[in-house]
C-alpha cells in the first residue's frame, strides 16, 4: 500500500481546511486509515482514524479535535479525508496518514509523506 497526504496551507485560526490521503494498493492489505500530526518540538500524536472495510467506516478522535475534526472516506477514490474546522494555532503542525493492519489502527504498516498545515493570523 501507498499513501499521499496533501491539503496542507496556511489557514487563520477559526478558519477550516482539508486534507486527503490518497491510498494506493489492495484494501485487502490494510483495514484502517489513521491520521497523526507532529508540531515542531512535539512528538508524534494520532488525531484520529477511520476503519476501511465497507461495513465498518467507524471512527475515533483524539479529545484535542473532538468535535472540530471529521474523519471521511470514500472508498471509490480511495481516499479518506480530514476535515478540520475552527482551527486553532495549537493545531499547527505537519499532517500524515497512515494504513493499518487492523481497523482500530493499533498496528501501523505504512506511512505517508506529511503535508504542513499553519495556523496563523
Known amino acids: 500500500v501507498q499513501l499521499q497526504a496533501s491539503g496542507g496551507g496556511l489557514v487563520q485560526p477559526g478558519g477550516s481546511l482539508r486534507l486527503s490521503c490518497v491510498h494506493s494498493g489492495s484494501t485487502l492489505d490494510f483495514n484502517g486509515i489513521a491520521w497523526y500530526r507532529q508540531a515542531p518540538g512535539k512528538e508524534r500524536e494520532r488525531v484520529g482514524r477511520i476503519a476501511i472495510s465497507s461495513s465498518d467506516g467507524r471512527t475515533s478522535y483524539a479529545d484535542p479535535v473532538k468535535g472540530r475534526f471529521t474523519i471521511s472516506r470514500d472508498n471509490a477514490k480511495n481516499t479518506v479525508y480530514l476535515q478540520m474546522n475552527n482551527l486553532k494555532p495549537d493545531d499547527m503542525a505537519v499532517y500524515y496518514c497512515?494504513?493499518?493492519?487492523?481497523?482500530?489502527?493499533?498496528?501501523?504498516?505504512?506511512w505517508g509523506q506529511g503535508t504542513l498545515v499553519t495556523v496563523s493570523s
Open positions: 497512515a494504513a493499518a493492519i487492523d481497523s482500530q489502527c493499533r498496528v501501523l504498516k505504512r
